[in-house]
């Protein structure tokens, strides 16, 4: 190999390096494109129920009635209800574009684990807005509604409750990600199955404190009922976390690394 030759090979590794990366950028690109599409399309599908919606948010104020305190809030309120409709129908579309785009660069064991995964956060997820719409909207905004009724009148722009309701309902659906937090911690090695289960009497004070929070009404049975899921996803973390243990013991001990 002559010395030309071997100055050139760097170059040449760089250059392919190079176009790889453009390459790469260039897909992502259309892959943000395709996603941009199917957001705008289930926006204006989403459109038709936006409506309907929005009298599925407003319901828990039991007839009080929100007001626009801009000539614009309406509207604006409108389309931002719709925006997040329209991401939610289009999720598969977006889920399937992304997987698309990681997947042919991913093992057989990591594409199992990557729908897997996917799969739980959506389901985990979905649950927890529903939980919310269903029990914790209706408890937190009946009582909210009604707190020193006497002495206050009880009147909601309709951007300022739509984004409470919303905002609470996203807060909910995070927090019933806790069971695959915990096992995706467990997977890395942080902490265990046995450890959680010592703490358990730590994560009900600290879920305790949280239903309270998230909770405002003073008496003990709908705090229970704030409680009691979040008790259930800590049980489930516990064993989701067992198992995301022994999965690394056991791909430690492949490896030949003692644990």
Same mark, same amino acid.
């Given at each position: ?14 250059? #392919?390096?190079?176009?790889? !990366?453009?390459?790469?950028?260039? +897909? ?85 684990? %990557? ?34 009724? +006497? #002495? ?17 309902? !996203? ?8 069971? #695959? ?6 997977? #890395? ?31 003990? !049975?709908?705090?229970?009922?704030? %409680? ?32």
């Amino acid at each position: 190999m002559t010395e030309e030759s071997t100055e050139r090979d760097p170059r040449e590794k760089r250059r #392919l390096r190079m176009m790889s !990366f453009w390459k790469h950028l260039e +897909e992502f690109r259309k892959t943000l494109t395709r996603i941009v599409i199917g957001v705008v399309i289930g926006t204006v599908i989403a459109v038709f129920f936006t409506n309907d919606a929005l009298g599925l948010i407003i319901q828990p104020l039991d007839g009080i009635k929100p007001v626009a305190l801009h000539p614009t809030e309406s509207f604006v309120v409108y389309f931002r209800v719709a925006l997040i409709l329209g991401v939610v129908v289009s999720m598969p579309w977006i889920v399937l574009q992304l997987f698309a785009y990681f997947i042919p660069a991913m093992t057989k064991s990591e594409r199992r684990i %990557m729908i897997a995964s996917v799969f739980a956060i959506g389901v985990f997820f979905a649950l927890g807005v529903a939980f919310s719409a269903m029990v914790m909207v209706p408890l937190a905004v009946g009582y909210l509604s009604k707190f020193n009724a +006497e #002495l206050v009148q009880h009147t909601y722009s309709i951007d300022s409750y739509t984004s409470f309701v919303v905002a609470m309902m !996203f807060s909910v659906g995070l927090v019933f990600e806790t069971p #695959l937090v915990l096992a995706l911690l467990a997977r #890395l090695g942080v902490v265990t199955s046995r450890v959680l289960a010592k703490s358990r009497r730590y994560a009900m004070l600290i879920f305790a404190i949280l239903a309270a929070v998230i909770t405002p009404t003073p008496d003990a !049975f709908n705090m229970l009922i704030t %409680m009691a899921p979040l008790l259930v996803l800590y049980e489930l973390g516990i064993i989701l976390a067992w198992f995301a243990g022994r999965a690394r013991k056991k791909a430690l001990a492949t490896a030949g690394i003692e644990v």
